[in-house]
């Protein structure tokens, strides 16, 4: 290996953003798919949950809820190459001689996770003299954009083709297409189909929200007001975060009143939550299906004059900081942006004939009070994520916008 490849080259369609957004999304599920927001007229059941999302398997919850438990293969030392339980598959008929042409097809870099993660994963591309050239293209959010550029990179000569969908059910068909014409990995979020040669993540959504469900119904007394906040519908990995958190709130004693869509928007955020204060007083528990706007959160109490209930957030630098100082009760489960690593890695595999697991879940880290500590990074930015798994990186900290 080298620190950098022969002539490594990204796409100038990828242009990385510097503010959160709501990726724009043709994905959306029916009204009877998702929760309904407290007082919006919609159907409730006696915990406030609304109906289950469509994107509830409740064979996934269950294997989610197992591999929770299980212990990955692989060094802990790099956790984006270590997997839980993998069934490898064959992919000998891949196998041609470098140099790769690796092609990138990327939802978007519209917040700060996926502009983090898209800086590892160029990092880690040029770690690999096999890869002679690597080309991403951006959809900005846009289905019907993706579903071009995917189309569009299946006429550049790629080698293999990494997909991060921008929603679940539309990109299915581009991906599929794909298939039949290259080598494909998916990660991230995934697609309604079986055919990409590996699908990479995290042990997934389920878990992210059975563990932040847990923590509240631990921590809140019996009948306390829960205010779930979630970003947009259609996106499998945030429905099932919903879902399993349904789940955990439906068994418990505690009453949700009010399931919001933020848009991922901080200003939006905070209105919601001072909203609520208004309106029922006092909201003794906060549940997110991401962390990104967490302390937009924790805000709107701290402007009301209020002590801040048990929430939960990610593992976003301004998120952690504002935990420790402020000694909130909470905890951050993870999607750890490592697995931007793992993509290239799994590519390389591929084309050099090498068997990857068929379905590559990583580990998800939580963040508690007790290892707090080790994930707050002096010198990196707010909106640096700490399971970036980017510190052995050539450039670290400055490439990520960190101070030595």
Known sequence: ???????LLASA???VLTL?????????????????????GGPRDDRGTG???KFFVRADYDAQMAMRRARPSGSPARPWEQSIAPRLV??????????????????????PWRQVGWKTMQAEAALHEEIGRLTALDAEGKDDKQISDIAELQDK????????????????????AACAKMPVIVFDRGVRTDCPVTFIKPIGGYAFGAEAAEFLIGKVPPGGKILALRILPGVDVLETRWSAAKVAFDKSDLDVVGVEFTDGDAARTKSIVSDYIQRHGKIDGVWMDAGATAVAAVEAFEDAGLPVPPINGEDQQDFLKKWNDAKLTAIAPTYPTYQWRTPVIAALKILKGEPVPKAWN?????????????Y?????????YALCGCEDLPGYPEKWGGTS
Do not use: W
């Open 1 to 7: 290996m080298r620190s950098t490849p022969r002539r």
């Open 13 to 15: 369609a990828l242009a």
């Open 20 to 40: 959160p957004a709501a990726a724009c999304t043709s994905d959306r599920p029916p009204p009877s798919a998702s929760a309904a927001p407290a007082g919006s």
């Open 51 to 53: 109906a289950q999302s």
């Open 90 to 111: 064959d992919t000998a008929r891949y196998k041609k001689a470098p140099p790769y042409h690796v092609c990138f097809s990327n939802a978007a870099v519209d917040n």
């Open 157 to 176: 000569g790629c080698d293999v083709l990494i997909v991060s969908p921008n929603t679940t059910a539309t990109l299915t068909p581009a991906v599929s």
């Open 362 to 374: 990583l580990p998800q880290p939580t963040i508690t009070q007790e290892n707090l500590a080790t």
């Open 376 to 384: 707050l990074k002096p010198g990196m930015p707010p909106l640096h």
